[in-house]
């Protein structure tokens, strides 16, 4: 019997090779000067390949975020799960990747204002995940939405914390804990 295998790359190695492409190029030319054609040559990849894991080219460094706070956002569905429980999944065992280096690097990489960009967007779906959230438990909307806006610049603050310290400092999700116990 033959199994079909698909063709190419798998698509985490393929996403990988990408962020990895990007970062480099990042690093040696500078985000505005770097194109998409550019990282997907580097990376060995067809340029369309691109558009099949990212949509922009910021997406790149914040795949990885995005993955865990589109599971956050399952957790928090889930009344059994805290909201506090919920967002710090986004941290438990998160390693050092493209967007850690990005943030460590932002001036060298040209990036400074992409990323803060970047996260304002990032931060602000956050929220509005924790606010829904909120809303179902019952909460006001003013209360609610005061709530989450502090839960949401927790998880960052903690972000751009741990990407500062990655080697010396404590796992994200304990810096990711304290900045929760700080919003309540």
Known sequence: MLVSRP???PRVSSRETLAEAACELFLERGYDATSISDITRR?????SSFFNYFDAKGDVLWAGFDERADAAADALADPGVTVAAALVG???DLVPDALALAITNADAMGIA???ERDRALRQRRVQRDVIA???RDGAE???AEVRAGAYAAAVLAALWAWADRTSAGPPLAALLRDALAQAD
């Open 7 to 9: 063709i190419g790359r």
């Open 43 to 47: 990376a060995g990849v067809a340029r």
């Open 90 to 92: 986004i941290a438990t």
């Open 113 to 115: 204002a992409e990323l």
């Open 133 to 135: 959230r909120l809303r």
């Open 141 to 143: 909307r003013l209360v």
